[in-house]
């Protein structure tokens, strides 16, 4: 799994990432209960290129808006069923990407309303008779900034990605893992759930380097993340480089059994990659010892607790000739 989840899982990445405004492809949603208004804003916007869909009431807009994610909204002060303030409320409340702009319309232009539009979280407001060439400038415009927030979003994505990756392996760091870890941690102690945890370390890493060299013992290390990585198939589960030669996988919802099995497979599968290792005291291949603990955890109790059983495990199955795991088990 890769760790951006964890910090923009409420981000429609597919939305935010358009780069160029191209007319064809902007999606704009016209909410108005006046089917005449409806119909002259469409024809014009569509000579413009725009893709128009319209409501006529609240409760219908937010249902297009749900299914459809229009790039911008044109929306009325009044509507049949909420007025236009409320449906902004709740417009906002289903824009994942907190990037959409809402433009209003009104009958008048009065202080009250203008206040009221922008407290609401609209971008714009103007008033009816609306000014055709003057709305298609604002739009224009709006748009524009629309799209250099989105931008922003995203490199501001990418640099948090990048605080919590690894730049060798491309996995979660340590604080990836940490801020993970805690995460799910409570959640399972909500849920009342089993919560597995396995730290693997590569069998004489150090003999490892000091015989072929850091650049070999680099993509040694980027090999055993990738397989590790193949095999964790549940987008809630996550693989992260724990320390220099060590791995760990998170495993929420996982009980005793589901987190032996796959110990014993990822061990299985690194040696079968057969990764040439001559001065190893085990095997002639990379070979990896793991530790494993699992539990349910309390509410409000520390997730310390599990790395530490793990990490005793860990010391354990290394204790006891490495190329080997061994769990522990506590309540």
Same mark, same amino acid.
């Given at each position: 799994m890769s760790i951006c989840r964890?910090?923009?899982? @409420?981000?429609?990445? /597919?939305?935010?990432?358009k780069t160029v405004i191209q007319t064809?492809?902007?999606?704009?949603?016209?909410?108005?209960? !006046?089917?005449?208004?409806?119909?002259?804003?469409?024809?014009y916007l569509e000579q413009e290129g725009y893709?128009?869909?319209?409501?006529? @009431?609240?409760?219908e807009a937010l249902s297009i808006f749900e299914k459809q994610h229009p790039d911008i909204v044109i929306l009325d002060t009044i509507l049949p069923d909420m007025d236009g303030f409320e449906c902004c409320i709740q417009l906002q409340s289903l824009d994942e990407s907190k990037c959409t702009p809402i433009l209003m319309? %009104?009958?008048? =232009?009065?202080?009250?309303s203008v206040d009221r539009a922008f407290e609401m979280g609209a971008i714009d407001y103007f008033t009816k008779p609306i000014h055709l060439p003057m709305l298609r400038q604002?739009? /224009?415009?709006?748009? =524009?900034? @629309?799209?250099?927030?989105?931008?922003?979003i995203v490199k501001n994505l990418e640099l948090q990605r990048l605080v919590i990756i690894d730049e060798l392996t491309q996995v979660a760091n340590r604080r990836g893992f940490e801020e993970y870890l805690a995460q799910e941690w409570q959640r399972m102690a909500?849920?009342?759930?089993? *919560?597995?945890?396995?730290?693997?370390?590569?069998? *004489? *890493? /150090?003999?490892?380097?000091?015989?072929?060299?850091?650049?070999?013992?680099?993509?040694?290390?980027? =090999?055993? &993340?990738?397989?590790?990585?193949n095999f964790l198939k549940r987008s809630t589960d996550l693989i992260a480089r724990y320390g220099g030669e060590e791995f760990a996988a998170i495993l929420p919802n996982t009980d005793v059994e589901g987190a032996t099995s796959l110990a014993q497979t990822i061990c299985s599968a690194i040696r079968?990659? %057969?990764? $040439?290792?001559?001065? #190893?005291?085990?095997?002639?291949?990379?070979?990896? #010892? +793991?530790?494993?603990?699992? %539990?349910?955890? @309390? $509410?409000?109790?520390?997730? !310390?607790?599990?790395?530490? +059983?793990?990490?005793?495990?860990?010391?354990? &199955? /290394? &204790? &006891?000739?490495r190329n080997r795991f061994l769990h522990n088990s506590y309540h």
């Open positions: 964890s910090c923009c899982q @409420s981000i429609r990445e /597919k939305e935010i990432i064809n492809q902007i999606l704009i949603l016209i909410i108005d209960y !006046e089917a005449i208004i409806r119909k002259i804003l469409r024809l893709q128009i869909v319209e409501a006529q @009431s609240g409760t319309i %009104a009958d008048i =232009e009065d202080d009250q604002r739009i /224009k415009r709006i748009l =524009e900034q @629309s799209q250099l927030q989105k931008k922003l909500r849920e009342q759930q089993p *919560f597995s945890l396995i730290i693997w370390d590569v069998d *004489f *890493f /150090k003999s490892y380097n000091d015989t072929y060299g850091h650049l070999s013992g680099d993509r040694c290390l980027k =090999e055993i &993340a990738k397989t590790i990585k079968t990659l %057969a990764i $040439p290792h001559r001065n #190893s005291l085990v095997s002639s291949h990379v070979t990896l #010892s +793991a530790g494993l603990a699992t %539990a349910i955890p @309390s $509410p409000g109790s520390d997730f !310390e607790q599990i790395i530490l +059983a793990a990490d005793q495990s860990l010391y354990q &199955a /290394k &204790a &006891a000739g």
